[in-house]
T-cell receptor
Framework: GAVVSQHPSRVICKSGTSVKIECRSLDFQATTMFWYRQFPKQSLMLMATSNEGSKATYEQGVEKDKFLINHASLTLSTLTVTSAHPEDSSFYIC?????????????FGSGTQLSVL | KQEVTQIPAALSVPEGENLVLNCSFTDSAIYNLQWFRQDPGKGLTSLLLIQSSQREQTSGRLNASLDKSSGRSTLYIAASQPGDSATYLCAGLGLGNQFYFGTGTSLTVIP
C-alpha cells in the first residue's frame, strides 16, 4: 500500500532554533499534503494544506511566518518551525492524498514529536 | 463549518465483547469517510475507507457503515481484543479536499 514517510520522528531542540520536518510520499505523487498538530489527548488539528508548486493554505490562527511550508515537488513537503519556543512542543503529523481509480485516500506519516527546551 | 462528533469519548470493555463507535457530521455533504486508529505517540493508521458510492466496508473484525443522509457513521468491532486498545478517529472528506476529523474515541479492552 501507499506509504508516507515523515522524518525525523523525534526532535529535541533549544528555544530559538528552527526545526525542519520532512514528509515524503514514497510510491505515489501527492499534489496535496496536509500538516496537523496534535496536543496530548486531543484530536488532530489541521494547520495547513500544502499544494505542490503553490503557497500553502493556512488555517485560521496558524502563523504562516512561524510554520513555513514548502511543497517543492510531488513527493515532498516540508514544515519548518521557525524560532521554536516551548509552546511549540507538540506532535506534528503530515498526510498526503493518493488519487486513483478507486477514489481518494488519505495516508499519514508516523509523526514527529517536537520538544522545545 | 463542519463539525464531527464521536461518541463515546472513551470506552472500556472486557475482552471478547462486540462494540460500536459512532461518528456524526453536522454537514452531511461528505464524499468519503475513513476510520483511523492511533496508538499513543504514533501517526494515524487507516482502517477502513467508505467511498461516496458505498455504504459500508468490512475488514476482518471491523465493519464500518455510512449513512450520508443523516451524516452518521459507525465502526463495529467484533470480538474485541486487548490489542484493539487505541484511539479511533473518523474523518470525512468534504469540499476542497478538506478532511474533517472527529474528536476520537479512546478504547480500552481489558484482558
Amino acid at each position: 500500500g501507499a506509504v508516507v514517510s515523515q522524518h525525523p520522528s523525534r526532535v529535541i531542540c533549544k528555544s530559538g532554533t528552527s526545526v525542519k520536518i520532512e514528509c515524503r510520499s514514497l510510491d505515489f505523487q501527492a499534489t496535496t499534503m496536509f500538516w496537523y498538530r496534535q496536543f496530548p489527548k486531543q484530536s488532530l488539528m489541521l494547520m495547513a494544506t500544502s499544494n505542490e508548486g503553490s503557497k500553502a493554505t493556512y488555517e485560521q490562527g496558524v502563523e504562516k511566518d512561524k510554520f513555513l511550508i514548502n511543497h517543492a515537488s510531488l513527493t515532498l513537503s516540508t514544515l519548518t518551525v521557525t524560532s521554536a519556543h516551548p509552546e511549540d512542543s507538540s506532535f506534528y503529523i503530515c498526510s498526503a492524498i493518493q488519487i486513483n481509480t478507486g477514489g481518494e485516500k488519505l495516508f499519514f506519516g508516523s509523526g514527529t514529536q517536537l520538544s522545545v527546551l | 463549518k463542519q463539525e464531527v462528533t464521536q461518541i463515546p469519548a472513551a470506552l472500556s470493555v472486557p475482552e471478547g465483547e462486540n462494540l460500536v463507535l459512532n461518528c456524526s457530521f453536522t454537514d452531511s455533504a461528505i464524499y468519503n469517510l475513513q476510520w483511523f486508529r492511533q496508538d499513543p505517540g504514533k501517526g494515524l493508521t487507516s482502517l477502513l475507507l467508505i467511498q461516496s458510492s458505498q455504504r459500508e466496508q468490512t475488514s476482518g473484525r471491523l465493519n464500518a457503515s455510512l449513512d450520508k443522509s443523516s451524516g452518521r457513521s459507525t465502526l463495529y468491532i467484533a470480538a474485541s481484543q486487548p490489542g484493539d486498545s487505541a484511539t479511533y478517529l473518523c474523518a470525512g472528506l468534504g469540499l476542497g479536499n478538506q478532511f474533517y476529523f472527529g474528536t476520537g474515541t479512546s478504547l480500552t479492552v481489558i484482558p
